[in-house]
């Protein structure tokens, strides 16, 4: 927190750590914040209804079903501590984590299991 403040000024470790002591400043995990999804609200909710209702009718008219979902996977290189005040948490967006990715998109189905599996180098968004 210090060096952040006041990156000009030379300080020795003991004299720091003892201004840390005294103002209850802890070497803390950095909670990471996913953005929540309001499906009750906006466009969210009609994407949701609306897939909701293409369902019903793909199991109305006895098509297969195939669930598919996306998994990705990133190298760690996010710190995972940082300094701070008693009672303060770091917190820090996804959405400011630029790292490289892998996505890996898998479909299954009720009757088959397993029925497609494929590698991505980025994540995939839908359109």
């Given at each position: 927190m210090f060096h952040r403040s006041y990156p000009e000024i030379k300080i020795s470790p003991s004299t720091l750590r003892k201004v840390y002591i005294a103002h209850r400043?802890?070497?803390?995990?950095?909670?990471?914040v996913k953005p929540v999804m309001d499906l009750l609200h906006g466009r969210s909710r009609s994407l949701a209804l609306s897939m909701l209702?293409?369902?019903?009718?793909?199991?109305s008219s006895k098509l297969k079903i195939i669930f598919v979902?996306?998994?990705?996977?990133?190298?760690?290189?996010?710190?995972g501590?940082?300094?701070?005040?008693?009672?303060?948490?770091?917190?820090?967006?996804?959405?400011?984590?630029?790292?490289?990715?892998?996505?890996?998109?898998?479909?299954?189905?009720?009757?088959k299991g397993l029925?497609?599996?494929?590698?991505?180098?980025r994540s995939i968004k839908a359109v």
């Open positions: 400043i802890r070497y803390k995990q950095i909670k990471r209702q293409a369902l019903d009718e793909a199991r979902d996306e998994a990705v996977f990133t190298f760690n290189t996010f710190q501590r940082a300094w701070a005040h008693s009672g303060l948490n770091v917190q820090v967006p996804e959405k400011s984590l630029s790292m490289p990715t892998w996505a890996i998109v898998t479909g299954v189905s009720e009757s029925e497609l599996s494929i590698c991505h180098p």
